[in-house]
């Protein structure tokens, strides 16, 4: 058991790894930070009793595994071989039984569970999930001892910072007795917003006091290019950093080889959204994370304007390859209907 939980902490050490974005890490992007390099990527967070209402779905015209919503279709989680060994599906929860049903649903496709316990929204904290369950060590233990003797993937989750440092310590102690193969920790508190600086410092005293690897968070404002991945995890004393925002703004920064310019960026992430018949409302608004200041520039407000993949794709001149990739998936789905007829 103990040969075991340390080779499921190897995964987590020394790592660069894209954190887990609503809307943004979806397949497409997932796959991009995969091609530029990551060594892991989380999946947006799901809150497990939208997984628990889906199903399993082999998709063959797309060459995925789906997880959609029983009554309107609505994708809640593909994936694809390719991804398997770097994606972390990321899950909210209040519920030791929810998540453990959850997580024997998708083991057998990603690389591990994360349990999303910073997330400061209303809608996380009604529901007493996210930074709610930080102050609840019962609830915390019960959840994560429970995922870590259920399942066969490692188990993480992702917190905020509390407080006080004594408080802070005393909460990573006790997730660290639950087994967890490692622990991401954004250095802010609940109260703090993504424009107050993060608390490297306190990051360093969690990684003195746990031998599970810490993965240091929070550092986008501090990192504009790829050398910049390596300062924060020196400045932070941490085993491994994730990176949110500035994975989102331009994902070539995970290249050691250094920035591709950012219309390759958005172009290969329009290509897998199309391959990927990723949703219009997600691609949109990553893309429009990407080019931030350039939606004020006259292609930017044509971006701006657009209420379909395919125009979108219009404008970064991909309207063939998404004619023939149309082409394809209808056409799979044809022949799809006809062996099923048969
Ligand atoms: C986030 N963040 C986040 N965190 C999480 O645990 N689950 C999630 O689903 C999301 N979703 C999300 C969406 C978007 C658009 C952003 C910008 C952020 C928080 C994120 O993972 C990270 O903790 C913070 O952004 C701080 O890291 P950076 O941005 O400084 O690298």
Redesign the pocket.
Known sequence: MEVQKCNMSDQYRGKVIV???????TLPFRLLTVDYGTDLV?T??TVDYKMLRSIKRQNDVLGTVDFIDKSDGTVFFRTCERERSKVIF?I?TNDAQRALKVGKMVEPYVAGL?V?M??PKEFSLKGGM?AALLTQPDKIKSILTTLVQGLTIPVTC?IRILDSLPETLELCKLIEECGVAAI?V?G?TRQER?RHP?HNDVIREIAKVLTIPVIA?????E?SRHDDIKKFQQDTGASSV???????WNCSILRPEGFLPLDTVIEQYLRYCIQYDNPFTYSKYTVQ?MLRELQDTPRGKAFLETQTLQEISIIWGLEDYFKTQLAKQNEGRKSLNFEMSE
């Open positions: 954190a887990p974005m609503v809307r943004v890490c989380y947006e967070e990321q909210g994360d999303n910073g997330c996210g992702k991401g954004h802010r993504p993060n968070n929070g550092g986008s404002r990192i994730m990176i949110a925002r500035a994975a989102m994370n």
